[in-house]
């Protein structure tokens, strides 16, 4: 299966990144911001019905004169956002990830050509089933930063998202 054209056979490798990156050690009930190459992740405490479909939200903000490609660009040259999610033994199941529509953009040397990207504040969503107690959805953000004048290298950031199923 896979999630956005990402294969789950990349999640162990993925995690293990994930971890050799330095994520930010999150606490249920405590906002925690990690920053990477111009976006930021905002995790915080959510709660979910157990043992039921269920959503938990992904906050990230790109930094302020800047924009990341979305999932879908408009063009095969663009690098799509992507997120992975790394699913490790008794974690839960997600089943999917739900990223909004981008939003039209164009360089003011191209104004004729409109890019499809995101910007400020980007809200994922993830379907899952969970049984009941303190989880944490691990993933990683893929993507690339861009201003007015240059794209920058892609960068992968961790993501770690507590949750409690009751």
Known sequence: MTLHGVRRSTVAALLLFAGAAGAQSINAGVASAVKKGHVDFLADAQAVPANQAATVKLHFRVEPGFHINSHTPK?????????????????????????????????AFEPKQKLDVYQGDVVLTAHLKAKPGLHSLKAELYYQACDQAACYPPKKLAVEQPYTAK
């Open 75 to 107: 063009s095969d040259v663009l690098i799509p956002t992507k997120l992975t999610v790394a699913m490790v033994g008794d974690d839960p199941e997600v089943t999917g990830v739900d990223f909004p529509a981008g939003e039209p953009f164009a360089f």
